[in-house]
């Protein structure tokens, strides 16, 4: 059993079919032979009836003539006497062939004869012994059963096969009819003419009865023949059977060669090769085709296929975006440990800074004391400046009264001109009058420097004044010089007297207006001293303020260390926990590059690998989040729309040439255009100072990324599941690869 489990399917089918081709011929030869011998013995019963009918027809139709009176009895009677007496046998006569019975057997054993059949009468008692069988003979048995057969009433007919001797034995009762009484009737009756209890042969009369059975017509019939004919037809059939047979087995051997074997072999052949991952070996298209189990079995396997690259596909799209993504990873990981070393080292230096600001606060705190101290001494001195700049406003005035005096006087002396001569003492006093303002003028001057110095920086417009109106002065006292030089003159020269009072009138209108100047100035300058004094005494109060604030400030110092070394320690917890992520992220990527080995075990043909365009559109993110973070500079000009990149160009042209039918491929185009433009718009965004609105706009770039690569999944599984369909349907409609090599590689963005 195990030898015949381990022969292959095709094998063990023609094997079984064989055994039960053979098993069906031989039971078929076994039935049809005893059929045959069945049928040939019936043939040959009904001959036997046929012959036994005739004998009995003949038997009855002799009697029939008997009873007619057609034989003349008498005359036969006579005849025999005379046949007997002169020693022929009662056989021999024509009286014993008229016999009804004699005359039945007689002309059935002649037909059977010409028939080579061997026909007798079987009977016992019989007064010709040779028709009586030998005791325990298969005859005698027969015969006993046809008595009793006829006796019960269930025929007269019997037929048994002599295994003996192969022979088929046919027994018709013989019954007697009233003819028959005239030879085997009761003695005495009236068949018994002669009275003496005998027939007309001389054979004792046995009272036998008209009706009853009396010995049978048996026919032996060899069966040889028969077997002979059997044997004859087998051997026929034989020589026809076997040849066809073979011819048969052949064609059947073929037939299931062609329809299980081969398609069974190439099957496995496949199923073999895409176990050892050859998973381009399609299922043959007239084995999917088919409707039996090889059919459904080719198609099971076909999707089974279908599915195992599918699947495949899928884990290899994943682990192509898990490769771009876990580069990302570690990427982000890598500036993430280089951000929080930079944030250690700042914190560290903010910590000493705030440390050394706390120190320097306590320092200016005792220092804004001393300036508070110092400016309430200055606000005293401002307030006894201001008390100055006031006495000097005063005594301005009174030289401003002055100068209006002098004025009018000169006006008196310009009027008096005319009465030069008769008013020379006047014009002295009137010079001694300007030397004398002249001197007040300079101790004006005098008065005002001393102030201005004493205001410091807010005095220097004043003594600018002051200097101004001691140089006035001195241009007064050289002016009264030039007077008393001129009044000489004048006492010399009368005429030219009048002129140089008309000068001396003029100057002194000038020495009013400077004067009046100087007043106005003064008076400004005593408002603005008491802005100062005032303001100083504010500074006062906001230095006060100022050193409670530092000294709050040095507070602060102090918590903003603690704070920062706090900060410090977090930022070495994620130090650590960057690099648990940065060797997470390898681990990862190490991980994506194993099932991108296991994956390459598999020989799945033609498909799309879209890995270099997942990372150009990460890059596009990675280039954002470097700008947000100030390591790179990027404009609008620097964003290339959905139509530039690497992608774009693709499917521009050759994407939809050989992809434009798919619907995954339609749905790609929307996502893309949108991730360009919302990264020309965060771009934008930011360069314009809107900074909010651009890292809200970048959250919305995960979402697209995520989408893209899904569409870009989505594109490559039906692209070479349509591939598939072509290759199985002997098409190449939809295979494009998008750079003609089929691995899909459109380069960065």
Not at 137 to 157: H, N, T
Not at 593 to 605: A, N, T
Request: negative net charge; proline residues 2%.
């Amino acid at each position: 059993m195990e030898m015949f489990n381990n022969l292959k399917l095709a094998t063990r089918i023609v094997t079984i079919t064989l055994a039960i081709l053979f098993a069906v011929v031989a039971v078929n030869y076994v039935v049809f032979t005893r059929g045959y011998n069945s049928r040939a013995q019936d043939a040959l019963v009904e001959k036997a009836k046929a012959f036994t009918a005739v004998a009995d027809e003949a038997k009855n139709h002799a009697s029939l003539l008997h009873q007619t009176g057609a034989f003349n009895e008498e005359a036969l009677a006579t005849e025999l006497s005379r046949d007997l007496a002169a020693g022929k046998r009662v056989d021999e006569t024509r009286f014993f062939k008229t016999i009804p019975v004699v005359a039945g057997w007689t002309a059935a054993q002649d037909a059977a004869q010409r028939e080579h059949i061997e026909f007798r009468i079987s009977s016992f008692d019989a007064r010709n012994k040779d028709h009586e069988p030998k005791p325990g003979s298969f005859e005698e048995g027969l015969l006993r059963k046809l008595s009793a057969q006829v006796v019960a009433g269930q025929g007269d007919f019997i037929q048994a096969v002599d295994k003996t001797d192969n022979s088929l034995h046919f027994l018709r009762a013989i019954r007697l009819t009233e003819n028959c009484l005239m030879c085997h009737g009761a003695p005495g009756s009236k068949w018994d003419k002669a009275g003496t209890g005998k027939d007309p042969t001389g054979h004792a009369m046995e009272s036998w009865v008209a009706g009853q059975m009396h010995g049978s017509y048996h026919v032996v019939m060899p069966l040889a023949p028969v077997r002979a004919q059997v044997a004859s037809f087998i051997l026929n059939g034989l020589l026809w059977t076997l040849p066809l047979a073979g011819v048969a087995i052949a064609f059947f051997v073929s037939v299931i060669w062609r329809s299980i074997g081969r398609p069974v072999k190439s099957l496995t052949e496949r199923t073999t090769a895409i176990a050892n991952g050859d998973l381009t070996q399609e299922m043959p298209g007239e084995l999917r085709a088919r409707g039996d189990e090889i059919g459904a079995l080719a198609k099971a396997l076909a999707n089974l296929r279908s599915s195992l690259i599918q699947s495949l596909q899928e884990v290899g799209n994943s682990t192509g975006t898990l490769t771009v993504m876990s580069e990302g990873l570690v990427t982000v990981s890598q500036r993430l440990t280089e951000e929080v070393k930079g944030t250690m080292e700042r914190s560290n230096a903010v910590a000493t800074a705030a440390e050394e600001a706390s120190a320097s606060s306590a320092s200016v705190a005792t220092g804004m004391q001393h300036a508070s101290e110092n400016l309430s001494s200055v606000a005293g001195a401002t307030e006894e400046m201001s008390a100055t700049v006031a006495d000097i406003a005063s005594n301005s005035a009174k030289a401003r009264a002055v100068s209006e005096e002098a004025g009018a006087q000169a006006r008196a002396v310009a009027a008096l001109m005319h009465e030069l001569g008769q008013a020379a003492q006047e014009i002295g006093k009137v010079t001694e009058t300007i030397t004398g303002i002249s001197d007040q003028t300079k101790l004006l001057a005098l008065n005002a420097t001393i102030e201005a110095a004493r205001a410091g920086t807010a005095g220097k417009g004043f003594a600018v004044v002051a200097h101004e109106i001691k140089e006035l002065a001195r241009q007064t006292a050289a002016a009264t010089e030039d007077i008393k030089t001129k009044i000489l003159g004048v006492q010399t020269s009368t005429g030219g007297a009048i002129t140089e009072i008309e000068k001396i009138t003029a100057v002194i209108a000038d020495v009013v207006g400077l004067v009046t100047s100087i007043a106005a100035a003064i008076e400004e300058q005593a408002t603005v001293t008491k802005d100062v004094a005032s303001n100083v005494g504010q500074a006062s109060t906001s230095v006060r303020e100022a050193n409670e604030q530092v000294a709050e400030t040095a507070t602060v110092s102090k918590s903003i260390a603690r704070d920062v070394t706090e900060i410090s320690a977090q930022s070495r917890a994620i130090g650590n926990d960057s690099r648990h992520l940065q060797e997470n992220a390898d681990m990862l990527k190490s991980l994506a590059e194993r099932f991108k080995q296991l994956i390459s075990r598999f020989e799945m043909g033609k498909s799309m690998d879209f890995v270099a365009i997942k990372k150009g559109h990460l890059q596009w993110r990675n280039r954002v989040v470097d700008l947000f973070e100030g390591r790179q500079t990027l404009v609008p000009s620097d964003v290339v729309n959905h139509h530039q990149c690497a992608l774009g160009k693709w499917y521009d042209n050759e994407g939809r040439q050989h992809m434009g039918h798919l619907h995954s491929f339609g749905k790609l185009e929307a996502p893309h255009a949108k991730f360009h433009s919302l990264i020309g718009d965060v771009v934008t965004s930011w360069n314009a100072g809107r900074q909010t609105e651009a890292m809200s706009r970048f959250q919305e770039l995960m979402p697209l990324t995520n989408q893209i690569f899904e569409n870009l999944d989505d594109l490559s599984l039906e692209s070479a599941a349509v591939a598939r369909n072509g290759n199985s349907n002997g098409s190449s409609k939809g295979n494009g690869n998008g750079n003609g090599n089929g691995n899909g590689k459109t380069g960065h963005h």
